[in-house]
């Protein structure tokens, strides 16, 4: 077997992207369910003169990334055996047409891990939080994911709304890390919490549009439209103005989000002037959506960060949830981990 080939089939340089708005999610609604539970994450709900009372569950998040991770690499197969006829005539050297990979096995390979990683994103939460509803949820949420991926893998080339689809389908992660980790997220959705979740994977969505915008000029040499160059800028304001301002005193982690993610495809496009630097501009394109995953990690990061660093005797009590310090990493440098990875990893694999 050639891995080289399925690596580059994969695009598994982009799977570090995919974790990091998964877990963001995923803290997320940890996060919310403390504010509400005997998990108490909120410093101003509880009596940290007493022993812990909370424990954070965390197997469900890497078995949560293995799914999710089997899907986004399913697709990326699939999205090559669907283009192999096109490929021929403008990427002759992908693995199909250049022959290092059939396309048969690919579209056996692509499906089975597609409809495995579902079927393993449903059984996390079945096995965790087995409620009817979560399930139904998470079910339905996992369905609308692979149904996105085979509709733009069919029929993106030369599809108008094909970007839309696309957005979707990296808008879900976050979601469905909140569905996995969140024991009320149906109910949640209807809060200013559920709102927050939702505004996040909203700004996902049109950072994704932007970029395959841009990326459908990769192999035909052209230039991209105008207005994506000011566009990709703009589109995180929203969610940094609501994280800024609504995230009690957290508020400054989102600004320094936006400016990390703002001074990044700044200097991408510097770099990579167009018309010849629409492959790099993509590729920074896609290393960016951890800086975007950040800004909704405002609270409970900074939140964690105050608990951690307290001591014992104030009221920010760390033992009040007897495992909190991982949570406090992932928020802290979860993301982050992720971004330098996408960078470790695009070296040897290409991004698109």
């Avoid at 995923?26 to 003169?49: E, F, K, N, R």
């Avoid at 549009?209 to 990769?218: D, K, P, Q, S, Y």
């Amino acid at each position: 077997m050639n891995l080289r080939a399925w690596l580059v089939l994969s695009r598994a340089s982009n799977l570090p992207t995919v974790w990091s708005s998964v877990m963001v999610g995923w803290l997320a609604a940890t996060y919310w369910d403390g504010m509400s539970s005997s998990l108490s994450l909120y410093p101003q709900m509880v009596d940290y003169s007493k022993p812990a009372i909370g424990t954070i569950v965390y197997w469900t998040l890497p078995w949560l990334l293995l799914g999710v991770s089997a899907i986004y690499i399913g697709g990326m197969i699939l999205n090559d055996a669907f283009d192999a006829a096109w490929d021929a005539q403008h990427r002759p050297s992908r693995p199909i047409p250049s022959g290092a990979v059939a396309r048969s096995t690919a579209l056996v390979v692509g499906f089975g891990l597609l409809f495995a990683g579902a079927a393993g994103v449903i059984a996390v939460r079945v096995l965790s939080v087995p409620d009817l509803l979560g399930v139904v949820a998470v079910s339905v949420l996992a369905a609308i994911l692979v149904a996105g991926v085979l509709v733009y893998n069919r029929w993106h080339k030369g599809i108008v709304w094909a970007p839309v689809v696309m957005g979707l389908c990296r808008a879900l992660l976050p979601v469905i890390g909140a569905a996995i980790a969140g024991e009320g997220f149906v109910h949640t959705l209807a809060t200013k919490q559920g709102f927050y979740l939702l505004l996040a994977a909203a700004t996902l969505w049109a950072h994704t549009f932007g970029l395959t915008w841009v990326a459908r000029h990769e192999a035909t040499d052209g230039t991209p439209p105008g207005w994506t160059a000011w566009a990709l800028f703009v589109i995180p304001l929203p969610l940094a103005l609501f994280a800024g301002f609504d995230s009690m005193g957290c508020g400054v982690w989102a600004w320094v989000a936006l400016g990390l993610f703002l001074v990044w495809l700044w200097n991408s496009n510097r770099r990579h002037p167009l018309p010849a630097g629409v492959p790099g501009r993509v590729s920074d394109q896609l290393a960016a959506f951890p800086f975007l995953d950040y800004l909704s990690l405002g609270r409970p990061l900074l939140w964690t960060v105050l608990l951690l660093g307290a001591p014992a005797t104030v009221v920010f009590h760390p033992t009040h949830v007897d495992n909190l310090v991982p949570f406090g990493a992932l928020a802290l440098l979860g993301p982050l981990a992720c971004f330098g990875l996408t960078l470790l990893f695009r070296r040897w694999i290409p991004q698109t």
